[in-house]
């Protein structure tokens, strides 16, 4: 554990969802669209970089149907909204049972908070998983709060939406983690004098940095 930053108890926590919550896989997604005869789809969207209709997707700047139809434009190929739609969710994967536990156990030890470049075809997928899988009616009810990036029109790395959880919630920054698995949003956060984790999905679980709900480091 030796990426934690900050020596200060922490009573707040705030985490990433994709790559932290839950797996994500890049390539599934993509090996989708190439099944669809999309052969560059690499080059519109990868852990990387992306073109900037899925950053207009990620701030709810479009809706569902503009992404679909932004996408047939990209492409140049006639992608039923049904085909779309599964290939675009390939990148997303069940979340074990251990971790909406954990989560459970986070919230009764810590505020705990959820902040998330995700989209509205995503998290309304996300959400019927959750319910069918561990009657959860949705994934904000895991945490004190969720921020999303749809709903909030900002999006990580930005400055400000990371200003707007802390200022929504009155937190102090020292006693404040943020855990997540992108440099680039991490160092957002510890300008801000977040304390931060950058998370490593290929080589560590969740469940790896807590015991019973708490963290196994108390800075």
């Not at 009764?108 to 470049?117: A, C, E, F, M, V």
């Not at 749809?150 to 400055?159: F, I, N, Q």
């Not at 080589?203 to 015991?211: G, S």
Request: glycine share 6%; aromatic share 10%.
């Amino acid at each position: 554990m030796e990426n934690l930053k900050g020596k200060n108890s922490i009573k707040n926590i705030i985490f990433d969802l994709g790559g932290v919550i839950m797996d994500i896989d890049f390539n599934r997604t993509i090996e989708a669209f190439k099944d669809l005869g999309v052969e560059n789809f690499d080059q519109l969207f990868s852990w990387e970089k992306q073109v900037n209709l899925f950053n207009k997707m990620d701030r709810g700047e479009v809706t569902p149907a503009e992404f679909r139809d932004g996408i047939r434009a990209i492409t140049g190929l006639k992608i039923s909204d049904h085909q779309l739609d599964y290939a675009w969710m390939q990148i997303l994967s069940k979340v074990p049972a251990s971790r909406i536990q954990l989560l459970k156990e986070v919230k009764d030890n810590y505020n705990s908070y959820l902040l998330s470049n995700t989209n509205m075809i995503h998290m309304e997928n996300f959400s019927q998983d959750l319910q069918l899988d561990f009657g959860v009616s949705g994934i904000e009810v895991l945490f004190d709060r969720a921020y999303l990036s749809y709903e909030l029109g900002m999006r990580k790395p930005e400055e400000r939406i990371f200003k707007h959880v802390i200022e929504s919630n009155d937190l102090d920054v020292s006693e404040t983690l943020f855990i997540d698995d992108t440099p680039g949003h991490i160092e957002t956060a510890s300008k801000l004098g977040i304390k931060t984790y950058l998370f490593n999905p290929g080589e560590e679980r969740l469940e790896d940095l807590f015991e019973n709900g708490f963290l196994k480091n108390n800075f």
